[in-house]
């Protein structure tokens, strides 16, 4: 399996698509391919520019993954050639020592060889990994992942998400939304699905807030030791963590990024001490490389923007509600079968799987007649619910928490222009506080007209201090 054959063949393969054989910059992107070195490293050894390279590499991809009848990029093009060639081989070995003539089908072409003496695939194989870089089964280290669990009707947004990762090739991707909203859920599904198409792939849950320093040795430590499986890499340095990045096509998961964030604080501020998690961050969103950061939290980082320009290394989902057949489908999971019994219940939860369930539990444990004794616009609020938005509630400025029982007095959804006209706080103060909310999810934006979420209106008018008098 040398390189010499392999670019024969894909030589081959392009040929039959384009009715030319490969340029020297095609060769040189392929060769540089196969030798496991960067667009930017090929770059520098052609002498062009990397977006040049990316572009025709881009092209050569689109080529040979039309020609073959399945997807072929970067980080899969080296196992995908030697696949055809040994099957090639495996198939024709007519006796020890030499094989007939091989005729291997591949998409519309056909691969014709001569008869020749049939190679000691062993040695072969051992000399060529001796030369370049392994690989073909990816690291992966998704221990600190949870469970892949019910996946309620997701598939818009995972759609989304593996387009910028597979197709887009972006940096750095955040998904944020309320606790319960199901953010966790889609992204294991989202790894489930998209794993294998990485060198490396890892989870990492920041709920124990580990510095910057901590952080970026665990995931060296992870790096380096898997390169060491192959003993032709014992004597290579550690390098830094975005060189790792660089060298290879990783998926890094990072859950629970709100641990990063201060409390009592605008959304997205960082703890003191953990600025360096901000400058990493950048890194990964504007230096060339070919992996992927997935950022999964309550709230994005304040450098990360929640709506990303067409041209970008960088793209933000804020996830909304499930629509009502997944909501109905929760209800009935949980034990709620008689589900027009309880449409009434539904809108007040504005899809949230975890409120759902929460609520579809405490009806079972209290008899499914009790939805009978409560009027329509009832908001079941149990305790288990109360504690998760508790811990969101806490986290909130003190601006915030004003500006959300100011919001929660209101019975329908107010303008920006009325809010600054009535309000005590101060106009700019207001804004980011607004948009604080916003992120966090804990507010909607309709027309221009914003209002707090019913459950959230619920649990703030039972805090202590809070005034039943219209906010404005």
């Known amino acids: 399996m040398n390189i010499k054959e392999m670019l ?38 052609f002498d062009c520019s990397e977006s040049r390279i990316r572009e025709v590499g881009a092209e050569l991809w689109q080529i040979l993954s039309e020609e073959l009848g399945e997807d072929v990029n970067k980080s899969n093009f080296c196992s995908t050639m030697g696949r055809l060639i040994f099957s090639n081989i495996s198939k024709d070995v007519g ?97 489930h699905q998209i794993k294998d198409k990485f060198e490396y792939v890892l989870w990492c849950n920041l709920a124990p807030s580990p510095t910057f320093a901590e952080f970026q040795d665990q995931l060296i430590q992870f790096f380096s030791e898997s390169e060491t499986v192959d003993s032709s890499r014992h004597n290579r340095q550690t390098l830094s963590l975005i060189k790792y990045l660089q060298k290879y096509r990783c998926l890094v998961v990072l859950d629970d990024v709100q641990n990063l964030f201060s409390s009592g604080e605008l959304a997205g501020k960082y703890q003191p001490g953990y600025e360096e998690y901000r400058l990493f961050f950048k890194q990964v969103e504007q230096l060339s490389h070919q992996s992927c950061l997935l950022l999964i939290g309550w709230e994005p980082a304040v450098a990360l ?77 149990p305790e288990d619910l109360k504690e998760v938005l508790a811990l969101q509630f806490n986290r909130l400025s003190p601006i915030e928490k004003q500006l959300l029982f100011l919001l929660a007095k209101e019975s329908t959804p107010v303008n920006l222009a009325k809010l600054l006209e009535n309000s005590p706080i101060e106009g700019l103060d207001l804004r980011n506080a607004l948009q604080s909310l916003l992120r966090r999810g804990l507010i909607e934006k309709i027309d221009n007209f914003y209002r707090v979420y019913p459950v959230i209106r619920q649990y703030i008018t039972q805090k202590p201090g809070f005034s039943q008098k219209p906010g404005f």
Request: contains cysteine; glycine residues 6%.
């Open 8 to 45: 024969k063949l894909a030589d081959e393969i392009v040929f039959t698509q384009t009715g030319q054989h490969l340029d020297d910059l095609q060769a040189a992107i392929l060769q540089g391919t196969l030798q496991r070195e960067t667009y930017k490293e090929i770059a520098k050894n």
């Open 95 to 191: 006796a020890v020592g030499s094989f007939e003539k091989e005729v291997v089908a591949i998409g519309s072409f056909n691969i014709c060889g001569e008869t020749r003496h049939f190679p000691d695939i062993a040695k072969l194989v051992n000399q060529e990994t001796s030369n370049s870089k392994p690989s073909q089964t990816p690291y992966q280290d998704l221990s600190e992942m949870p469970e892949l669990g019910a996946f309620y009707n997701r598939n818009s947004e995972l759609k989304t998400l593996k387009k910028w990762i597979l197709e887009q090739r972006c940096h750095l991707i955040t998904i944020t939304g309320i606790s319960g909203i199901g953010k966790t859920t889609l992204s294991v599904q989202l790894v």
């Open 305 to 381: 923007p929640k709506v990303s320009p067409k041209k970008t290394a960088i793209f933000s989902l804020q996830l909304n509600g499930l629509d009502r057949a997944a909501t109905q489908e929760i209800l009935i999971d949980y034990g709620l079968s008689e589900i027009e019994k309880y449409s009434a219940l539904i809108p007040h939860y504005q899809g949230n799987p975890l409120w759902l369930k929460s609520v579809a539990l405490q009806i079972q444990e209290l008899g499914e007649s009790v939805t009978d004794l409560l009027p329509d616009d009832t908001i079941l609020l």
